[in-house]
């Protein structure tokens, strides 16, 4: 199962869905981790070091930092950028199957869209 951070402005309802389904879940909230208020870039190389996928709502300036890892050959182990104005039970849907679906490793390197439909 992938390991997943939420960025600080991740919806928490998003979040408290998804642990209902999947108690065993592997996420971390950026701010639970000190994290509070830090930037962008920081809390990418903090998803590099704990190799976790980001899940954002933030499609402007992560993308960028994200893009911006990538072609200076960081590393990131993914970025999983979410729609809010998709039906919550999509998302958490989409959210849960490459979660569980995935392989550590899998999305190395790239940003992908949530919903998948």
């Known amino acids: 199962m992938l390991r997943l951070a939420a960025d600080e402005n991740f919806n928490n309802d998003l979040l ?3 642990l209902r389904r ?7 909230r950026v701010q639970d981790v000190g994290l509070s208020g830090a930037s962008d870039s920081v809390i990418l190389e903090w998803t590099a070091i704990e190799n976790r996928v980001l899940l954002t709502h933030d499609v402007s300036t992560i993308t960028k930092f994200a893009y911006e890892r990538i072609e200076a050959g960081l590393s990131i182990p993914g970025v999983f950028e979410v729609n809010l104005a998709t039906p919550f039970a ?3 849907d989409d959210l849960l199957l490459l979660a ?6 899998e999305w190395n390197h790239m940003i ?5 439909r």
């Open 16 to 18: 408290r869905g998804m």
């Open 22 to 28: 999947e108690p065993k879940l592997d996420v971390v």
């Open 90 to 92: 999509q998302i958490i």
């Open 100 to 105: 569980k679906a995935s392989i550590e490793g």
């Open 112 to 116: 992908l869209y949530i919903p998948l």
